[in-house]
């Protein structure tokens, strides 16, 4: 494997189904959908985050660390499977959670993704911005120092994309998967389709895909920033990923490719979009998506279908990267 050299704690199911979504693509009457089922991954309700926590727990876990922290939104995938890797692996684990989406119900701060970090024995702090990734990510680490001082040994999930990607690891090993069971099935796939928030799952696909020389192209929807502030965070973090892996300088501008068109009105909050994928999902596959990340990606699939971007022939993957706790912080669904 291309992250062979990288220390890694074993969380993830893998690797996860690759199905195919023939109501889905009967209903939209485009190209074929194929859905990777990394909702799968099995720690904690599942998830991207599971691929990419192997890589951090893998130095922690080096690092004898004995608790671990991370910053994220308060319904965080994230934070919810890093709290669940650290009681697997016998660590405490501090979770800040930022204001990132206005206006919420109280199921939004007590249920789904919370409900269950706190069930796991979490320790809880509170951030106020929730577009301060480099405010947040120093509140965590004053924490950090503050339990070194205690005698714990702390170790931070950073969040900014300043740090070193590690999580994208997990992603270089996605795409090497993707490229063994498509051989296996058969099948050449067009395009993939995945979230771009952070960009590490959207950088370590393209890293990985680049470095096996495979030229599908990954086409990232945006959930949290605009396209133009996107491109520039993605294209950065996937040309240091291709360095890691030793294949520095294979990335191109023209691999990076983003779609905010469903984006409005911002990081986990609805519009039609998000609300009719969320519900065809649901009652054409019984397929749960979330809508902060997984449904808006799907939504922004749905977009580009209807738009023409692909043809009827094609096979088109779409990532799933789980979060379904999230929709029970979003009783408007249902209502």
């Known amino acids: 494997m291309l992250t062979d050299k990288f220390p890694r704690a074993v969380l993830a199911h893998t690797p996860t189904p690759v199905e195919r979504l023939d109501n889905l693509s009967d209903e939209l009457g485009g190209p074929k959908i194929w859905i990777k089922r990394d909702d799968c991954t099995g720690l904690a309700f599942g998830g991207n985050k599971a691929r990419q926590l192997e890589y951090y727990f893998g130095e922690a876990v080096q690092d004898n660390a ?27 684990a501090v979770v800040q959670q930022e204001e990132r989406v206005p206006d919420r119900p109280e199921e939004y701060y007590k249920s789904g993704n919370p409900y269950l970090s706190k069930l796991m024995g979490a320790h809880i702090l509170s951030y106020p911005e929730g577009e301060d990734e480099e405010g947040a990510d ?50 050449n796939i067009d395009a993939i389709i995945c979230a771009s928030g952070s960009g590490t799952t959207h950088a370590g696909l393209v890293a990985g895909l680049r470095a096996m020389a495979s030229d599908i192209p990954v086409y990232g929807i945006c959930v949290r920033r605009d396209k133009i502030s996107q491109i520039s965070r993605v294209f950065e973090k996937t040309g240091k990923v291709a360095d890691m892996i030793g294949h520095k300088g294979i990335i191109k501008q023209d691999d990076i490719w983003l779609d905010d068109s469903v984006l409005s009105p911002g990081y986990g909050q609805l519009n039609d979009q998000v609300t009719e994928a969320i519900d ?9 998506v979330d809508p902060v990340y997984t449904g808006k990606a799907l939504a922004g699939l749905i977009e580009l279908v209807r738009k023409g971007q692909f043809k009827k022939d094609q096979n088109i993957m779409f990532i799933h990267t789980g979060g379904a706790p999230a929709l029970f912080g979003y009783p408007e669904l249902v209502e």
Not at 67 to 92: E, F, P, W
Not at 150 to 175: E, M, N, R
Not at 280 to 288: N, P, R, V
């Open 66 to 92: 004995d608790t671990i922290l991370i910053t994220s939104a308060v319904q965080s995938n994230y934070s919810r499977t890093a709290v669940a890797a650290a009681r697997k692996y016998g660590m405490d």
């Open 138 to 187: 120093k509140a965590v680490f004053e924490q950090a120092e503050k339990l070194r001082a205690q005698g714990k040994t702390p170790y931070v999930i950073p969040l900014a994309g300043t740090h070193i990607p590690l999580g994208s690891l997990g992603y270089v090993d996605c795409a090497e998967e993707i490229l063994g069971q498509i051989k296996a099935m058969d099948i």
């Open 280 to 288: 065809l999902a649901a009652k054409c596959e019984g397929l749960l």
